[in-house]
Nanobody, 115 residues
Framework: QVQLVESGGGLVQPGGSLRLSCAAS????????MGWYRQAPGKQREWVAN??????VYANSVKGRFTISGDNAKNTIYLQMNSLKPEDTAVYYC??????????WGQGTQVTVSS
């Protein structure tokens, strides 16, 4: 069993930045991939970014603005979000996969981009 706890969401103006954190209850080196998803009101949950070992991959909608990273010592991954747009408003979820088939989700953190 793995617990994932997100933090760092909030209200930010367009063009601003936020950093989300996802703390895992076990070593993230054993959780592959780890990533971020988001769900806007009335929309389906969509993938944002993944980190697999040292490799990262991003959805086209956030490429160049968001950066995913991990800190093995803290069992935490991060999502640095820059140049935020109103369309980035969503609940952001952390997701991790263990042993290729056990999928775990965090509870989500709200990000609101508005002036």
């Amino acid at each position: 069993q793995v617990q994932l706890v997100e933090s760092g969401g909030g209200l930010v103006q367009p063009g601003g930045s936020l950093r989300l954190s996802c703390a895992a209850s076990r070593s993230i080196s054993r959780i592959n991939p780890m990533g971020w998803y988001r769900q806007a009101p009335g929309k389906q949950r969509e993938w944002v970014a993944n980190i697999i070992g040292g490799d990262t991959v991003y959805a086209n909608s956030v490429k160049g603005r968001f950066t995913i990273s991990g800190d093995n010592a803290k069992n935490t991954i991060y999502l640095q979000m820059n140049s935020l747009k109103p369309e980035d408003t969503a609940v952001y979820y952390c997701r991790g996969v263990v042993d290729t088939w056990q999928v775990y989700w965090g509870q989500g953190t709200q990000v609101t981009v508005s002036s």
